[in-house]
């Protein structure tokens, strides 16, 4: 007799195990405790809201991020199909109009038969089952502590910051210009909003000298590389800054016909062109100090901040110990853990977790063997890696091609040696869906048409 599935968490790694289990034929019991019980930063009851940047990376095959994308594709992924459905420009990166996108998900899962949504909050591990714990890095307390004496490794941790967003109309359109680095992408991809010497200087002095939210001062604060606050950047060094989030590498002003010296850029932040997120902006400055400091960018002088850069405490377990590259539990296999918690960094790759965790949670519930995926993929690789680093220092990890095995002659030419990877990668999963006889899931289809995109500059 088949068992039921118990999902844990309602986010980007819960939704996508949920909709791959079911599609397997497993009936699932979805728990998210929103909005009866809310967190410090999402906003909504939906399942799979983003909370910080808007984007899931880049779309490229010659990118880590974009081969990911490419193997949750070919797995019948709900949360890449549902971002291709409610794209928004921006450049050679997927960007989703958060809303829809959401609104997608939740839908999907609503109307799935064999998906039954509970909005309750989980405070403890079932104890029997198959059970996927998926409830990423804003954990509720009471849970936390059961995960905590559960595995025994639940003492790592990092702060993470999300972007301020402005509104369209209360940014200066004439005192920067659209363009994307290198070209790549579209023309109305990107806002630019340059700086002089003096104004970057400006901006620095008040930056470095502002009031933070202090977080919890019993803790070491640390913080993921790929997601750090600007102040903390900053406070590296003047320059950092320029080689950082406000690089002007690749770009090119049109009315001076020369490089900006620093430059800070918008990206659409939902498909109506009124509201703008700054790319890399994350902060956990003092919402007043957001304000005073952000307006010192002559662009957004004016700036409306519709929601502030806020910075909130990410908790994950110590994979290495604790997990197998099936994403089970060790010492209690019918348990998975899916999505942040995992160790594992990044929208995508959260809900690539996700999806192999779905696959081996159906497959426990049906009383066949899980699954490991072949580390020529990128979702393999990163399940590989966090399951077998170093315990000792073990930190979230992105997708890279650094993850994947070496090639058994790799060309010197790092564009080709990208693309042999992914033919590789390609090769490799279609031979794992052929020899398990996977069927993936289809995509969910629109529910009516796509939402015309006019940049506001435009109307």
Same mark, same amino acid.
């Given at each position: 007799?088949?068992?039921?599935? !118990? !999902?844990?968490?309602?986010?980007?790694?819960?939704?996508?195990? &949920?909709?791959?289990?079911?599609?397997?034929?497993v $009936? !699932?019991?979805l728990?998210?405790m929103?909005p009866?019980?809310?967190?410090p /930063?999402?906003?909504?009851?939906?399942?799979?809201?983003?909370?910080?940047?808007n984007?899931?990376?880049?779309?490229q095959?010659d990118?880590?991020?974009?081969?990911?994308?490419?193997?949750?594709?070919a797995?019948?992924s709900?949360i890449?199909?549902?971002? $291709?459905?409610?794209?928004?420009? &921006?450049?050679?990166a997927?960007a989703?109009?958060?809303?829809?996108?959401?609104?997608? /998900?939740?839908?999907?899962?609503?109307?799935?038969?064999r998906?039954?949504?509970?909005?309750?909050?989980?405070?403890?591990i079932p104890?029997?089952?198959?059970?996927?714990?998926?409830?990423?890095?804003?954990? +509720?307390?009471?849970? &936390?502590? $059961?995960?905590?004496?559960?595995?025994?490794?639940?003492?790592?941790?990092?702060?993470?910051? %999300?972007?301020?967003?402005v509104?369209?109309?209360?940014?200066?359109?004439?005192?920067?210009?659209?363009? +994307?680095?290198?070209?790549?992408?579209?023309?109305? $991809?990107?806002?630019?909003?340059p700086?002089?010497?003096?104004?970057?200087?400006?901006?620095?002095? %008040? #930056?470095v000298?502002?009031?933070?939210?202090? @977080?919890?001062?019993?803790?070491?604060?640390?913080?993921?590389?790929?997601?750090?606050?600007?102040?903390?950047?900053?406070?590296?060094?003047?320059?950092?800054?320029?080689?950082?989030?406000?690089?002007? /590498?690749?770009?090119?002003?049109?009315?001076?016909?020369?490089?900006?010296?620093?430059?800070v850029q918008?990206?659409?932040?939902n498909?109506?062109?009124? #509201?703008?997120?700054?790319?890399?902006?994350? +902060?956990?400055?003092?919402?007043?100090?957001?304000?005073? /400091?952000l307006?010192l960018?002559?662009?957004?002088?004016?700036?409306?901040?519709v929601?502030?850069?806020?910075?909130?405490?990410?908790t994950?377990?110590?994979?290495?110990?604790?997990?197998?590259?099936?994403?089970?539990v060790?010492k209690e296999?019918?348990?998975?853990?899916?999505?942040?918690?995992?160790?594992?960094?990044?929208?995508?790759?959260?809900?690539?977790?996700?999806?192999?965790?779905?696959i081996? @949670?159906?497959? #426990?519930?049906?009383?066949?063997?899980?699954?490991?995926?072949?580390?020529?993929?990128?979702?393999?690789?990163?399940?590989?890696?966090?399951?077998?680093?170093?315990?000792?220092?073990?930190?979230?990890?992105?997708?890279?091609?650094?993850?994947?095995?070496?090639l058994?002659?790799p060309?010197r030419?790092?564009?080709?040696?990208?693309?042999?990877?992914?033919?590789?990668s390609?090769?490799?999963? &279609?031979?794992f869906?052929?020899?398990?006889?996977?069927v993936p899931p289809?995509?969910?289809?629109?529910?009516?048409?796509?939402?015309?995109?006019?940049?506001?500059?435009?109307?």
């Amino acid at each position: 007799m088949t068992q039921r599935l !118990v !999902v844990i968490g309602g986010g980007l790694a819960g939704a996508e195990a &949920a909709w791959q289990a079911a599609h397997l034929g497993v $009936d !699932v019991d979805l728990y998210e405790m929103r909005p009866g019980t809310p967190t410090p /930063v999402h906003q909504t009851g939906s399942l799979a809201e983003l909370v910080c940047t808007n984007s899931l990376g880049s779309n490229q095959p010659d990118s880590a991020s974009g081969l990911l994308k490419a193997e949750m594709r070919a797995l019948g992924s709900l949360i890449i199909g549902a971002a $291709d459905l409610h794209d928004v420009p &921006a450049g050679a990166a997927l960007a989703v109009d958060r809303e829809l996108f959401a609104a997608e /998900v939740t839908r999907a899962l609503e109307r799935h038969p064999r998906v039954r949504i509970h909005r309750q909050e989980v405070t403890s591990i079932p104890e029997d089952g198959p059970v996927i714990i998926a409830t990423g890095p804003l954990t +509720s307390d009471a849970l &936390a502590r $059961d995960i905590q004496a559960f595995t025994g490794e639940y003492d790592l941790y990092f702060y993470d910051a %999300a972007a301020p967003i402005v509104t369209a109309e209360s940014i200066d359109w004439e005192k920067g210009f659209w363009a +994307s680095r290198y070209g790549k992408g579209g023309e109305n $991809d990107y806002f630019n909003c340059p700086l002089t010497k003096e104004e970057y200087d400006r901006f620095y002095d %008040a #930056l470095v000298t502002a009031e933070v939210h202090p @977080g919890h001062l019993e803790e070491e604060l640390k913080f993921f590389e790929g997601c750090m606050p600007i102040e903390a950047i900053a406070a590296r060094g003047r320059d950092t800054l320029r080689f950082g989030p406000m690089k002007p /590498v690749g770009l090119v002003d049109p009315r001076t016909g020369r490089r900006p010296y620093a430059v800070v850029q918008l990206r659409r932040e939902n498909r109506a062109g009124t #509201l703008y997120n700054l790319v890399g902006f994350q +902060s956990r400055m003092k919402w007043g100090e957001q304000k005073r /400091v952000l307006r010192l960018i002559p662009a957004l002088a004016r700036a409306e901040i519709v929601r502030y850069g806020v910075m909130h405490r990410n908790t994950f377990i110590n994979a290495p110990r604790v997990l197998l590259p099936t994403y089970q539990v060790k010492k209690e296999p019918r348990v998975l853990f899916a999505g942040q918690i995992t160790g594992v960094e990044g929208y995508v790759e959260s809900a690539a977790a996700g999806l192999l965790a779905g696959i081996n @949670g159906a497959r #426990l519930c049906r009383g066949e063997p899980p699954l490991v995926l072949p580390p020529e993929t990128m979702m393999g690789a990163l399940a590989h890696y966090i399951t077998t680093a170093d315990p000792r220092y073990f930190q979230p990890m992105n997708s890279n091609f650094g993850l994947l095995p070496p090639l058994a002659d790799p060309p010197r030419d790092k564009a080709e040696r990208r693309r042999r990877m992914f033919e590789r990668s390609r090769a490799a999963l &279609a031979q794992f869906i052929a020899e398990h006889a996977l069927v993936p899931p289809s995509p969910p289809a629109p529910a009516g048409p796509r939402a015309e995109l006019v940049p506001i500059h435009d109307r």
